[in-house]
């Protein structure tokens, strides 16, 4: 079993360090804004609600412009959470996040690149102004995403970690993912969208900058990507989006043609969760009562709550709605004392051309 790692990032002349260098100059130096990058790897891919496309129009231009995300990790109900967003940039995310915790929430940015939190921080006050709020509820930390600890954020004190295409570029993703596993409360949310490939890339794409700075280089293959959570004891998580990246500049696809690209929305939760769906004949039933979210909630990519229907469920989705922030919103029936086998479906890859699902299917 993999254990949570907290020592300080390895010294200069590593190849750690030496990846790390390299994408700090891209992001830092080489990209300009969105319009300079090479594929679709690193822009957003999802379609925004029409709340959250307000809630970005509020954004600063200047923080918009220089946003390289590939997907929108916005879970519901986030109102007064402590929200924590890996590889923030230039605040994009953090800053329509501080509209969604609310001006009793709070937003922290992690990001290495000093050259893009100074843009993040530079308009702070003109957030706390356009969201009339008394004091800015979001702050921003220079540090690695392999060392929280570092930075001063404390064991068990974040509700939920978000992250959006960033942890395809550390070297050392066991060290990230043991780090915000060690950061989240019990019953807390990671709610993350990155570039994943269908097959284990040669190890010279993660020294390729052009190819790791666009966030292809350093996808993990989606099987080892479900094996390294299942190590350090997240037994269950679930695909929300993914899409197929498009290669269109003619010297990434030299580079990188061949392999299967995809970005990818999953959410998993620091519960204790069993390997397999089981069947307790456990239902559930949504309430409706999550603001902007009346007639229906998703949980994943095929688990969809219609306000006032019951739904039958595995233990493991049970426990997400009924152990997590989500247990006032749901009304759950059946306990575990009466065991039926497995429940109608079952593990499946994490993702396929055609589709793609977590644990339960």
């Known amino acids: 079993m993999a254990r949570p790692i907290h020592g300080r990032m390895p010294p200069k002349g590593s190849f750690v360090v030496g990846t790390i260098e390299s994408v700090k100059e891209y992001y830092g130096k080489v990209l300009q804004g969105s319009k300079d990058l090479k594929t679709s790897a690193c822009c957003s891919v999802e379609a925004l609600s029409p709340a959250l496309q307000k809630m970005v129009s509020e954004v600063h231009p200047e923080v918009r412009e220089r946003f390289y995300g590939c997907g929108a990790p916005f879970p519901a109900e986030l109102k007064g959470a402590t929200v924590l967003d890996l590889g923030c940039g230039t ?43 008394a004091r800015s509820n979001v702050k921003f930390l220079e540090g690695y995403i392999e060392d929280l600890q570092s930075i001063g954020i404390a064991d068990a004190s974040v509700d939920v970690v978000v992250s959006n295409c960033v942890t395809n570029l550390s070297p050392d993703k066991e060290r990230v993912y043991s780090e915000l596993l060690r950061v989240l409360k019990p019953g807390g949310e990671l ?171």
Do not use: W
């Open 91 to 133: 605040g994009r995310d953090c800053y329509v996040l501080s509209q969604l915790v609310g001006e009793s929430g709070q937003v922290i940015g992690v990001d290495m690149t000093h050259t893009q939190l100074e843009i993040a921080r530079a308009h702070e006050e003109f957030h706390r102004k356009k969201f009339g709020y």
């Open 191 to 361: 709610y993350l969208s990155d570039v994943f490939s269908l097959q284990r890339l040669p190890s010279h794409f993660r020294e390729d900058p052009i190819l790791l700075g666009e966030c292809l280089g350093g996808a993990m293959y989606v099987e080892d990507f479900r094996r390294l959570l299942f190590d350090l004891g997240v037994r269950d998580y679930r695909v929300m989006n993914r899409s197929k990246i498009e290669l269109v500049n003619e010297s990434v696809s030299n580079k990188a043609g061949g392999f299967d690209f995809y970005s990818i929305t999953i959410r998993a939760f620091k519960l204790d969760l069993e390997d397999r769906c089981e069947d307790y004949g456990q239902t559930a039933y949504y309430l409706g009562t999550i603001p902007q979210l009346p007639h229906g909630f998703r949980l994943d990519d095929h688990h969809y709550f219609v306000t006032g229907k019951r739904l039958a469920v595995c233990s493991n989705t049970a426990a997400m709605l009924h152990s997590t922030r989500y247990a006032p919103h749901f009304r759950i029936e059946g306990d575990l004392s009466r065991h039926y086998g497995l429940f109608d479906c079952g593990p499946s890859p994490a993702v396929s051309p055609e589709e793609g699902t977590g644990a339960c299917c």
